[in-house]
């Protein structure tokens, strides 16, 4: 099974149905691809990464954020979304929780500038 | 956690269209904006870097506070915090910044190049917002996907580490094959850290 990867006839359009991570999604059109490939560079990942491992990881990355949104729907507030129940959601979770909390200070603290900007220049 | 990208907020030399992610925190604190904040069209969670910013990356000028008309010496703040705990934290930040920066400071052109698209990369928010509500039927807000694309992106990280560990130790090289990814995804299954509700557990059987 290890092996079968390596066939140079692998066509991304076609998933091997065998494996549940990465079957039903083929037809799909690829949404991150570009964004993936700077990505993995990023983490470590060669220059040029190979366009299946892509495909995969963006089979990952859609199928985890439809895992988060379902469960979100149902917790809270049903059939909505908010930001308290991701956060609830990924309370076990260490690096992604703070990554979160960050992100939102972050944003706090732009949309705080953006306003004081706007207010200073509306002075001038 | 403390952004190494924080940079020197000087009067308004620096107001140009310098992204205003860098400068995030001085430009919060400023209590009566004195200073203009630089606003530009940048997102939160890009530090995006160009050139001139990456020296940026290296200099560290501490954030000013308070009212003043008087030019502010350019170095260390001088201000009275009623909190003590706020002070401690901000002074492990501020370790945390000047080792990042020596750290940044010595990178070689490839692992600046690599650490760039690290802080850079980010999934298009568009996207992740017309997925999000074609699953949930309703609209979101914008701190959800704000939130959902942060998560994501940890999300990937993870994986691709998990796929270069499993990469080593198979005595492969980099770029990372198929049979990486599955393995990752397996070990991470394990350890449950990829969501899984397919399976419908009976409770009592």
Redesign the interface.
């Known amino acids: 099974m290890a092996e079968e990867d390596d066939d140079p006839g692998f066509d991304e359009e076609l998933d091997d149905g065998g494996n549940g991570i990465d079957s039903g999604h083929g037809k799909r059109k690829r949404l991150f691809s570009k964004e993936l490939r700077c990505m993995m560079y990023g983490f470590g990942d060669d220059q040029n990464p190979y366009t299946e491992s892509v495909d995969i990881l963006e089979d990952l990355v859609i199928e985890f954020i439809t895992e988060m949104t379902h469960k979100a729907m149902s917790i809270g507030r049903q059939g909505r979304v908010q930001v308290e129940d991701i956060v609830f959601l990924i309370r076990k979770d260490p690096r992604k929780f703070a990554r979160v909390k960050d992100l939102l200070t972050m944003n706090e603290e732009l949309k705080r500038a953006r306003k004081a900007f706007d207010e200073a220049n509306y002075g001038s | 956690?403390a952004?190494p990208a924080r940079v020197k907020n000087e009067q308004a030399t620096e107001s140009t269209s310098a992204e205003?992610?860098l400068?995030?925190?001085n430009?919060?604190e400023?209590s009566s904006?004195t200073k203009?904040?630089?606003?530009s069209e940048a997102t939160?969670?890009q530090v995006t870097l160009k050139d001139e910013d990456r020296m940026r990356l290296i200099k560290d000028e501490d954030e000013e506070e308070g009212p003043s008309s008087a030019p502010r010496p350019p170095l260390k703040k001088i201000k009275v915090e009623p909190d003590k705990k706020k002070e401690k934290r901000h002074k492990i930040d501020e370790d945390e910044i000047q080792k990042m920066q020596v750290l940044v400071s010595s990178f070689s052109e490839e692992q600046l190049n690599?650490?760039?698209?690290?802080?850079?990369?980010?999934?298009?928010k568009a996207?992740?917002k017309r997925?999000?509500q074609s699953?949930?039927g309703?609209s979101?807000?914008q701190?959800?996907v704000?939130?959902?694309s942060?998560?994501?992106?940890?999300?990937?990280?993870?994986?691709?580490?998990e796929?270069?560990d499993v990469c080593e130790k198979w005595g492969d090289t980099?770029?990372?094959?198929?049979?990486?990814?599955?393995?990752a995804?397996r070990r991470l299954k394990s350890r449950e850290?990829?969501?899984?509700?397919k399976h419908k557990r009976i409770l009592f059987h």
């Open positions: 956690m952004d205003k992610s400068q995030v925190e430009a919060a400023a904006g203009a904040p630089v606003v939160t969670e690599r650490y760039e698209m690290y802080r850079r990369s980010a999934f298009p996207a992740i997925l999000i699953i949930t309703s979101v807000s701190n959800v704000i939130a959902m942060g998560i994501s992106k940890v999300f990937a990280g993870e994986i691709v580490e796929a270069l980099p770029p990372l094959q198929p049979k990486h990814m599955r393995e995804v850290q990829i969501p899984n509700t």
